[in-house]
């Protein structure tokens, strides 16, 4: 297909047509491709080149692109009802909600309710004013760890362990602490009369795909219970099956008291939420927390349209058995030191002297969406419902890829 058919503003005509500037504010970095389209694993784009997609966003579109039923569910709601206020019900709001109770009740996580919002960051934003108000006045210091990522928001900003992204917007919110992520002791030890709660990933996903230590979650939660502290987990990239069963902390049997979900949740479409167990819930009243889209009809149709698709395929259940299949088809790969993660949120380690950065740019060059997570470490999040085939053909590309990196870099010795 040409390039116009793909385009309908003359503006991008003329980007393309090798214009240098560019119509974003400049804080994602010079784009490098641009998609025009999608279909369960694979990518196009502009060009016409064929990619396949073991990022889906980063573990957003999980369910694969233009998923039938969620785009499905979405036209129909377009032409249904898109929005009304919070000051009336929508039944579409409901129906994702009390999925999202039901799963949590099954995942052992106790009697719930959501506050649906547009993104991760404002998940968070909600769940650290839900602590605030929980803790009441003078006890509101959220403990989180280092390496974490909670999003770009300011509250949510401050609760994310990276010095280096708080730096150039200083003065930081009061009222965060960080503390080494899988350290017990360190947990305790912060934890006096000011603080409110613990927020933790299961798996620090932006932080290099590194899951939590053996233990380290049980003991975090008991020491919560034990001092009054809410245990609250960011699901935000683990949620949704991403990791093998539907939610991270279901890998170590913890019942959190409040979890964070976005990226999974609409499969694309912008949509977020906090869930909190109901005596935690209910010291939220009317008036403390809102948002204009919270739980508007086309986001929340999405939501409805994953859970049940997710729950047709056994999408946890699909996400263990493709992650067999990766660590398989790596397994005696030279360039790979091991593997970290669960399930469909994986951390490809490469071996010393390979940098993830070229691996990640020849990988995209042969046609495979992957991302450096961190400077040893490839991050892979392909669909839940990715192929054998798929997965056999996106090894070969990164095999052959390492094994080119490898060879440049060993001649570049020289
Ligand atoms: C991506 C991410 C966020 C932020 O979500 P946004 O939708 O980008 O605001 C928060 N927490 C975790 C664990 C994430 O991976």
Not at 90 to 99: G, H, I, Q, W
């Amino acid at each position: 297909m040409a390039q116009h058919e793909f385009l309908s503003s003359s503006v991008a005509r003329e980007l393309l047509a090798g214009q240098d500037w560019c119509p974003f504010i400049p804080v994602f970095g010079a784009p490098s491709v641009m998609f025009v389209r999608g279909e369960g694993t694979e990518l196009w784009d502009v060009n016409g080149k064929r990619y396949l997609d073991f990022l889906c966003g980063i573990a957003v579109t999980s369910l694969g692109h233009s998923n039938k039923a969620v785009a499905r569910a979405i036209s129909r709601q377009a032409d249904t009802l898109l929005h009304v206020s919070n000051f009336f019900s929508n039944p579409v709001a409901t129906e994702a909600a009390m999925l999202i109770n039901g799963l949590m009740r099954v995942a052992g996580a106790g009697e719930g309710q959501v506050f649906f919002c547009n993104s991760g960051a404002e998940a968070n934003e909600a769940a650290i004013k839900l602590a605030r108000k929980f803790g009441g006045r003078g006890r509101h210091v959220v403990v989180s760890a280092l390496g974490s990522f909670h999003g770009r928001t300011l509250g949510a900003l401050a609760a994310t362990g990276q010095p280096a992204k708080h730096e150039p917007f200083q003065p930081m919110p009061e009222g965060f602490r960080h503390v080494s992520y899988g350290d017990v002791d360190a947990v305790v030890a912060a934890i006096d009369q000011t603080v409110a709660a613990v927020l933790l990933e299961p798996i620090q996903g932006e932080g290099g795909v590194i899951p939590a230590p053996d233990g380290y979650l049980q003991q975090v939660a008991a020491v919560c219970r034990e001092r009054g502290v809410l245990l609250m987990v960011d699901e935000v990239q683990t949620g949704f099956a991403r990791t093998g069963k539907w939610f991270g902390f279901e890998h170590s049997g913890v019942s959190p008291d409040v979890v964070m979900f976005a990226k999974a949740l609409g499969n694309g479409m912008p949509v977020g939420a906090l869930w909190a167990r109901r005596d935690v819930a209910e010291v939220f009243s009317p008036g403390d927390h809102g948002s204009t889209y919270s739980g508007t009809a086309i986001a929340t149709a999405a939501v409805i349209a994953v859970i049940n698709e997710m729950m047709a395929l056994d999408a946890p259940a699909r996400a263990r058995e493709a992650e067999r299949w990766i660590r398989s088809e790596l397994a005696d790969c030279e360039h790979v030191d091991h593997i970290r993660g669960n399930g469909l949120l994986l951390g490809v380690v490469l071996a010393k002297g390979l940098d993830s950065k070229s691996v990640y740019t020849a990988s995209l060059e042969a046609g495979l969406v992957v991302n450096a997570v961190s400077a040893d470490t490839i991050r892979m999040a392909p669909p839940l419902n990715v192929s054998r085939s798929e997965v056999a053909e996106a090894c070969a590309i990164l095999k052959r890829v390492m094994a080119q990196v490898a060879d440049d870099g060993s001649k570049g010795d020289v």
